[in-house]
């Protein structure tokens, strides 16, 4: 079955320093997402991306978040100068729904990224 | 979207059948219920999706009755595996929404 990727599993950084996450969604799949989970919280929204833009982004993906696809496999989230606060688990993950059978579609979830800020 | 109540937490035994209800009473005509299980320190993972009446695979069973304020997950025969944190969602037909995660609701299953 096909599965979303990411990597790395776990990372550590120091404080200001940009961090790069990176996804590999399901092949064929035409939108991407990013959650991130604080320990113990809920999931919560990041951002969507669609053809190529962003198409829907929360109040937490400020201007130090980016996204990217860089090619045609791969889904990059950006912190440009991490914050304690953006210690997390981040999620990737993509959907389709050009099956058309008109349901609310299916998000495919990786296994995440651990991000631990000092 | 919706709002999603659920109970926090829940207990049971190994072999026994699980129900979650969860209330949507705000839910839209366009909106689907839908329920993802997480896993510590996994991505969630859906389980089932549906509009109305009963959906059934081959993991749960969803009951939603005729005005949609609410659903239930069902689990039949549990065990230890299905340990986790499951989440009742309200969802926008088509594509390209964003999912809003309440708290869930904790099962924990024992022997």
């Known amino acids: 079955e096909p599965e979303v990727t990411q990597t790395p599993s776990h990372q550590v950084t120091q404080m200001g320093q940009e961090v790069i996450l990176r996804c590999v969604p399901i092949s064929n799949h035409l939108y991407f997402y990013w959650y991130r989970q604080i320990l113990g919280q809920k999931v919560e929204f990041l951002v969507s991306?669609?053809?190529?833009?962003?198409?829907?982004k929360s109040e937490i993906f400020d201007d130090q978040f980016s996204v990217e696809r860089p090619d045609g496999s791969n889904f990059t989230l950006k912190i440009r100068s991490t914050k304690l606060e953006d210690s997390a688990m981040y999620f990737c993950a993509s959907s389709d729904t050009r099956d058309g059978r008109g349901h609310a579609e299916t998000q495919y979830f990786g296994p995440g990224t651990r991000l631990l800020v000092l | 979207l919706a709002k999603t109540t659920q109970p926090i937490s829940m207990d049971s035994y190994e072999g026994q059948e699980v129900n979650i209800t969860c209330s949507h009473n705000n839910i839209a005509t366009n909106d689907y219920i839908t329920w993802y299980q997480q896993f510590p320190s996994q991505g969630p993972r859906f389980i089932i999706q549906g509009y109305k009446t009963k959906v059934t695979n081959e993991v749960a069973s969803l009951f939603i009755p005729a005005d949609r304020k609410s659903s239930t997950l069902s689990l039949p025969r549990v065990s230890l595996s299905d340990t986790a944190v499951y989440y009742c969602?309200?969802?926008?037909?088509?594509?390209?929404?964003?999912?809003?995660f309440g708290t869930g609701t904790q099962l924990k299953v024992e022997l």
């Open positions: 991306f669609y053809n190529n833009e962003i198409s829907e």
């Open positions: 969602l309200v969802a926008h037909t088509g594509g390209g929404n964003k999912l809003t």
